[in-house]
T-cell receptor
């Protein structure tokens, strides 16, 4: 099946610094990728929809200047957490699919971000 | 708006027994897909099973089956012959069959399998 690779799997950073998370589709082209955030033992909350070659669409309540998304190619989307604070500590996971009728959505391995 | 409801925060089952995880959904769109994912403590999302809104038969994948009752808008997951390795969090999700739409998830159910 299709593979989505997310990197890094874990990152610890200091408050005030920025962290970039990469999401790559390895064997298919993804015109759309999705970024989710998950708190411990909670559900996955959609943060934004990343579209190749255009601006991302953010969900209500998600700060676009805080969570910068770039989808520069059909195989790569990046999420940058800018000026990170401890409350940004969370599990971030990306997803990609090859079309609306695809019967499976493919997920990256997730990134556990800890801001100290 | 679409919504997924999982009312069981936690479920307990013994090895080799069957267990049903509940999921109801709400949408006014006639074309959609329903998914179940397993998330172990590592965090990866493992796809289990898919049911399309127009599928006439319930989906099955090995020990997993989806009890799809369209009129009731329910899509319960049945795991037969539970194994210790089934202990994880399980999410029900829905996606409209429209380009660029994301999966919307329920709150999840934590399944604990004991020996």
């Amino acid at each position: 099946g299709a593979v989505v690779s997310q990197h890094p799997s874990r990152v610890i950073c200091k408050s005030g610094t920025s962290v970039k998370i990469e999401c790559r589709s390895l064997d298919f082209q993804a015109t759309t990728m999705f970024w989710y955030r998950q708190f411990p033992k909670k559900s996955l909350m959609l943060m934004a929809t990343s579209n190749e070659g255009s601006k991302a669409t953010y969900e209500q309540g998600v700060e676009k200047d805080k969570f910068l998304i770039n989808h520069a190619s059909l195989t790569l989307s990046t999420l940058t957490v800018t000026s990170a604070h401890p409350e940004d500590s969370s599990f971030y996971i990306c997803s990609a699919g090859t079309g609306p009728l695809n019967t499976e959505a493919f997920f990256g391995q997730g990134t556990r971000l800890t801001v100290v | 708006a679409q919504k997924i409801t999982q009312t069981q925060p936690g479920m307990f089952v013994q090895e080799k027994e069957a267990v049903t995880l509940d999921c109801t959904y709400d949408t006014s769109d006639p074309s959609y897909g329903l998914f179940w994912y397993k998330q172990p403590s590592s965090g990866e999302m493992i796809f289990l099973i898919y049911q399309g809104s127009y599928d006439q038969q319930n989906a099955t994948e090995g020990r997993y089956s989806l009890n799809f009752q369209k009129a009731r808008k329910s899509a319960n997951l049945v795991i037969s012959a539970s194994q210790l390795g089934d202990s994880a969090m399980y999410f029900c999700a829905m996606r409209l069959n429209q380009a660029g739409t994301a999966l919307i998830f329920g709150k999840g159910t934590t399944l604990s399998v004991s020996s």
